[in-house]
């Protein structure tokens, strides 16, 4: 079956709303609307107002409201509607969500889901289309995933829900509509992904190429060009951020002994910066050459559909990036 990535967010929800009577979903706009991308439609009616509610356009109290609920045995999975409203959160996300398991021992629990859709989307303008997964990296105690595809996003999404750490679950928003082939069977299983686990979506010998979110159906576009010209490009997804599956990254780049990065969000200070450095710190005499950042402009993100292309990379920027490293 065809399955869109917003599907199979949806399909997630619910699912795992049917086996847990304790999971509850809210937001801004969640209920009857269904949320701004309609993932969440009919669940109000299925579940009830009392584990499907809208709330006021305040996340800080959305975020602290869930912190309260999952303390007290409740399983909340929130959503910010967009990644952006994250900034005006960031005290609970950053010092609440991020830190008070750690904080208060190890019976603390904290099973809390914060869902957001991230990056560009055609013309949302700089205060809707940034990632922000690089600014939380710097929140130790909070698990980061992004996928790539509606398979891994439904899996994923169902381990973060039933994780007993707190997660923020961010959707590249330019994917929801796109579509992947999944067995019945399997799509229809309740399978789960594990958390901090990269997954290898195109084998390769001459350049690891690590990409991240939106940039992943991109990176296998820009790795089937290059087969044809003889560079075969190994595109590793690493889906969860936090925690880093570091083990599956070293193997690669110590077969290809190249290493490129590609993101959706801004160059500077970016999730490559960090990437980079651990490959610098840790497999330096495995490199060939300089690692490659491939990333958006460090500029905010343009309102005029043409410039906010031209501002993130394509297969294209990612092609002529690769080609530089083989000179």
Known sequence: MKVT????????????????????????????????????RGMLEEFGPKRVRNTPIVET?????AVGAAMTGLRPCVELMYADFTMVAFTEIFHVVSK???MHGPEYKLPLVIRCASGSSNGAG??????????????????????????????????AIRSDNPVLFCEPKQMYQMKQEIPDDVYGSDYTIPIGKADVKRPGRD??????????????E??????????????????????LDTETLYQSIQKTHRAAIVEESNKTAGIGSELAARIQEEQYDELDGPITRI???????????????YSIPDADRICASIRSMMV
Request: charged fraction near 20%; aromatic fraction near 6%; hydrophobic fraction near 45%.
């Open 126 to 159: 700089a205060e809707h289309s940034n990632v922000v997964e690089s600014l939380f990296m710097h929140a130790p105690g909070l698990t980061i995933i992004t996928p790539s595809c509606a398979y891994d996003a439904k899996g994923l999404l169902k381990s």
């Open 222 to 243: 820009a790795a089937e060009r290059l087969a044809g010209e003889g560079i075969e490009v190994e595109v590793i997804d690493p889906r969860t951020l936090a925690p």
């Open 61 to 65: 109290a959305i975020v602290s409201s």
């Open 100 to 102: 008070w398991r750690y």
């Open 207 to 220: 350049v690891t190429l690590i990409a991240i979110g939106l940039m992943v159906p991109r990176a296998l």
């Open 5 to 40: 990535y917003a599907q199979a967010i949806g399909d997630a929800l619910k699912e795992e709303m049917r086996r847990d009577p304790k999971i509850l979903i809210y937001g801004e706009d969640v209920a009857q609307f269904g949320n701004i991308f309609g993932i969440t």
């Open 295 to 309: 990333a958006a402009l460090d500029v905010p993100m343009p309102y005029n559909i043409p410039m906010e292309k």
